[in-house]
């Protein structure tokens, strides 16, 4: 087994975010007549506290939380996307991740030039990027349109091709964050087959879901983040029990 691993020692992350003010209706109602919403400056949004953790060759570790709880921007930090604060990170092995899988996108360019465009984002190169281009057309079957302006796709067209260029390879660490949404019946089975086999060709995979159905099918250690603090590391049903009592839900058994 390969020494791939994810280690976080004391990492925090602080972003700057504009900060605007609980208004009533009356005055919200006025601020929209003048198309200019009320602030009140620059905020600090502290967003991962002081989290510690060690992920090792192996592991299937899912994350859960609440919306904003933490885990997409623990993804992100991991992905190397976001720039910590303090502390260290450090990350062993090929990093695959699986969000915001729109990025790289040039609109006015053709979906064939933004197999390439994108490639290059996720660090491979034009001639593994044109070997595989025959491949990805396939996958996201849009025929003739490939050929067509990006700005002329619908939602589902441009995640189709989203996701067949960022599924071509995979890597030592998948970071996984709820990515299949859009398209058809016939695309969401080949979807979930790709996903399942990167899966299991990943040495280490991180999944953040609210589908505990799937965590439980899926991973075997859970990570619980709350307001951006590691609450809980553990056990999955651990994980899943303590997840339930911090936001008072019932019936997740």
């Known amino acids: 087994m390969k020494n791939n691993r994810i280690s976080l020692s004391s990492v925090n992350l602080h972003y700057a975010a504009v900060a605007y003010k609980d208004r009533s209706v009356k005055s919200l109602m006025a601020g929209l007549l003048r198309q200019r919403p009320q602030n ?33 921007t623990f993804l992100k930090t991991v992905a190397g996307l976001y720039p910590i604060s303090s502390g260290t990170l450090k990350v062993v092995g090929q990093v695959r991740s699986l969000f915001d899988l729109s990025l790289g996108f040039e609109p006015d360019a053709t979906g064939r030039e933004n197999i390439l465009y994108r490639g290059l984002l996720l660090g491979l190169t034009p001639r593994f990027m044109r070997e595989k281009e025959a491949e990805i057309v396939e996958f996201a079957g849009l025929g003739e349109f490939i050929d067509y302006p990006i700005k002329t796709y619908s939602a589902g067209m441009q995640v189709r091709l989203a996701f067949a260029i960022s599924t071509t390879v995979g890597g030592d660490v998948l970071l996984l964050d709820e990515v299949i949404g859009a398209g058809d019946a016939n695309f969401m089975a080949k979807a979930k087959a790709r996903i399942t086999s990167l899966i299991e ?17 899926i991973c075997t250690r859970g990570l619980v983040f709350h307001h951006g603090t590691l609450m809980f590391d553990g056990n999955i049903e651990a994980a899943i029990a303590e997840y339930a009592s911090i936001n008072g839900l019932n019936n997740v058994g």
């Open 40 to 72: 009140t400056g620059i905020a600090d949004i502290h967003a991962l506290k002081d989290v510690s953790v060690e992920i090792v060759s192996g592991e299937r570790v899912g994350l859960l939380g609440h919306n904003g709880a933490g885990k997409s």
């Open 201 to 217: 060709q990943a040495e280490i995979l991180v999944l953040a879901s609210h589908d505990l159905g799937a965590l439980r099918s």
